[in-house]
């Protein structure tokens, strides 16, 4: 875990995140929280994950999605390199029920 963003600021952010139960309680929380622009880019660089963990090109990553190619390589980058938080995310989606077949 990258210690620069580890504070009491984001371990009280991540608290409150953790408090949400429902799917409407996480955007009326998201949506005072972010801006359009910001929650829609983090909503895009999921998706980019997704589509690279089912081996869709940078090309048609890059159509369906709208990301730019640094998007998507910081997002490959991430899911390789990473602490492994898209893949745990991923597998609980999958678990759940609630991951798309891929």
Known sequence: MNKKIKTEAADHLFDAILCL????????????????????SLSQRFEVADMLRRRKTYLEIAEKTGASTATISRVNRSLNYGNDGYEMIFNRLSESGKMPEQ
């Open 21 to 40: 139960h429902t799917k409407e309680e996480c955007y009326r929380f998201f949506e005072d929280l972010c801006t359009v622009n910001e929650l829609l």
